[in-house]
């Protein structure tokens, strides 16, 4: 009994199967080299070429109730969920370097005065 053999014919485009090749091209940017300064230099600056544009990006994630919510909420003052939480966290941030409140993993508590 022969064995099977798999034959790949396509019929993409050229400009579209390069482009699928290169989806999934690892990009190594390891340089082996005798100066440390030398790598370190080179890693940066391919690091620098190589950021996307979500390199800068934070996941959160919450639940569906609570992402309803706070969507609700900073619907009604119109503006963004980006742009509510930039200032939420740039108001507490401020507040606790004030001193007026203190931030740590237990919550947020108002410090006496």
Known sequence: MPL???TTTTD?????SSQIANNFKKDDVSVV???PTATKSSALTSDNQSKSKYSDSV???LTSGKRNEFK????????SMNQGFEMAVDYIMREARAGRIYV????ITKTEE
């Open 72 to 79: 609700k909420f900073f619907t009604d003052c119109e503006i």
């Open 104 to 107: 740590s993993k237990s919550g």
């Open 59 to 61: 996941n959160l994630r």
């Open 4 to 6: 099977a053999k798999k």
């Open 12 to 16: 993409l485009p050229e400009a579209l």
């Open 33 to 35: 080299t005798s100066n």
